[in-house]
């Protein structure tokens, strides 16, 4: 009976494209929960602890210590790096807006919608069915790798700005998944910013994920008119099953 689903399993993975194999081979990086809830978690330390030994999170910070060794092989820093770093750190809260608003809220209507959502919102959409679950709160292997491999080209063989800003690129990456996390914890708000951060994340999951995008940054919100009064916006399909 094992041998026969066995070998139907082999028969399945054989038929897929390769693509998908791919991903499902780099879905069992990380294996499978329950890891808890984020409301479980009530000081910095230990936001510190549980972000480490999640399998998630490790796969994002190899991949930003392979980006880092990437750019040291590339030669020394040069001023221009620090204008490559300026400009990643302005261009974040954008960034961080188009990525969430188009790729994590991608659905499968149209076709760029359907690759979207294969490559990140359906991560992202359980995500939003369960926000404090910890099964669910970091970026997917199969998004980091992804986005790594495709960083590696210009990171190895464009000019060594361009590691440069592959490498902020991916700092940008694990300082939008950290700060994620740890808007989900029951860690308290010391300083407006950061309260400003957490009221924003929570109104996009309990009144409406159209708006309040941004997760290190509300700039964007700011800018581009997401971030309006809370009555101004109907409670949205989604958030009601959140
Ligand atoms: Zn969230
Ligand atoms: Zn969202």
């Known amino acids: 009976m094992a041998r026969a689903s066995r070998v139907t399993t082999a028969a399945a993975n054989a038929a897929r494209p390769l693509p998908t194999a ?11 929960g329950p890891h808890g809830s984020a409301a479980e978690v009530r000081t910095l330390p230990a936001a510190a602890r549980r972000f480490l030994r999640h399998p998630r999170p490790p796969v994002l910070l190899g991949c930003v210590g392979a980006l880092a060794a990437m750019r040291a092989a590339r030669g020394p820093w040069r001023v221009r790096d620090a204008g490559v770093a300026a400009a990643a750190v302005a261009a974040q809260p ?12 991608a659905r499968s209507g149209s076709r760029f919608g359907a690759v979207g959502y294969q490559l990140a919102g359906y991560g992202h959409e359980q995500h939003h069915r369960d926000p404090t679950s910890l099964d669910t709160m970091f970026l997917r292997p199969r998004e980091v790798i ?21 490498l902020c690129a991916g700092l940008g990456v694990l300082a939008y998944d950290w700060t994620h996390f740890l808007l989900h914890t029951r860690v308290p708000p010391r300083s407006a910013y950061y309260r400003r951060l957490w009221r924003g994340h929570r109104l996009h999951h309990y009144r409406n994920e159209r708006h309040w995008l941004g997760v290190t940054s509300p700039l964007g919100d700011l ?5 309006p009064q809370r009555d101004a ?7 009601h099953s959140g």
């Open 22 to 32: 791919l991903f499902a081979r780099l879905d069992r990086l990380d294996r499978p």
């Open 223 to 227: 800018v581009l008119g997401t971030n």
């Open 94 to 105: 954008f960034v961080e807006w188009g990525v969430h608003r188009l790729l994590l809220h």
């Open 146 to 166: 992804t986005g790594t491999v495709l960083a590696t080209v210009p990171a190895l063989f464009g000019p060594s700005w361009a590691a440069t800003g592959t």
């Open 233 to 239: 916006v109907e409670l949205s399909s989604l958030a």
